[in-house]
């Protein structure tokens, strides 16, 4: 018998990578990649009660609530049916949301088989988060650094003009890392807990974080 895709949690601080190395993995292994961040994103352009709720929180420097983000997954799970092969990033963040994803998972016959925690310095993810760019047109990201455009300002795909991010300003990055620290880290001890931990270290390329992935997660 072939054996379910698994389903598997990306978290980290911000900045780690999450994002590239969840899509490269799901583009490597035939999985779905569930991005919050984008889902929130998403959820903020549709114009909904729900997006401006969370586009103030992130305004303030602050995650989106609790509830909000459990009601955007919800919405998710029951758009695309299956809950296998799923490579979520950027959720869960507090154990509540912890609680709730496998709850939501098992009432759909699913469940997580491998949590990924990326980790690197603050001052390496610093670095990382105030040179992210954004494309105003077509909201695809460049970075400074890492992912330069062919040409300065200008998006590669749709020629629209790219903006820094509106909330990657050093000081919101830092009290996002706060926050990050303080909710995120109990995630830790409760992934260890049920044996499904795994730590790969973020601070190097884009290719060796993914070869350290591939590494942990073993088979194909
Ligand atoms: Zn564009």
Excluded: W
Aim: hydrophobic share 35%; charged share 30%.
């Amino acid at each position: 018998m072939v054996k379910a895709p698994d389903n598997i949690v990306f978290f980290g601080p911000p900045g780690v990578g999450k994002g590239v190395q969840a899509s490269g993995l799901s583009a490597r292994r035939g999985l779905v990649h569930f991005s919050m961040g984008d889902a929130l994103r998403g959820e903020i352009a549709e114009g909904t009660e729900l997006g401006s709720q969370i586009e103030e929180a992130l305004a303030r420097g602050e995650f989106a609530s609790d509830e909000a983000v459990l009601a955007v997954l919800e919405k998710h799970l029951d758009r695309h049916g299956p809950v296998t092969g799923l490579v979520l990033d950027g959720f869960p963040r507090t154990l509540v949301q912890a609680d709730k994803l496998e709850q939501l998972l098992r009432e759909r016959g699913g469940e997580i088989s491998r949590v990924l925690l990326l980790d690197a310095e603050s001052e390496v993810l610093l670095e990382r988060l105030t040179g992210r760019l954004l494309c105003v047109e077509c909201t695809r990201t460049f970075h400074k650094v890492f992912r330069p455009p062919e040409r300065s300002g200008v998006c590669d795909e749709c020629g629209g003009e790219l903006s820094r991010r509106k909330d990657d300003s050093e000081e919101i990055q830092l009290e996002r890392l706060d926050t990050y620290r303080h909710l995120t880290k109990p995630l830790e001890g409760f992934y260890r807990d049920r044996g499904v931990l795994e730590i790969i270290d973020g601070s190097g390329s884009i290719e060796d974080v993914a070869g350290l992935i591939d590494r942990s997660l073993g088979g194909n």
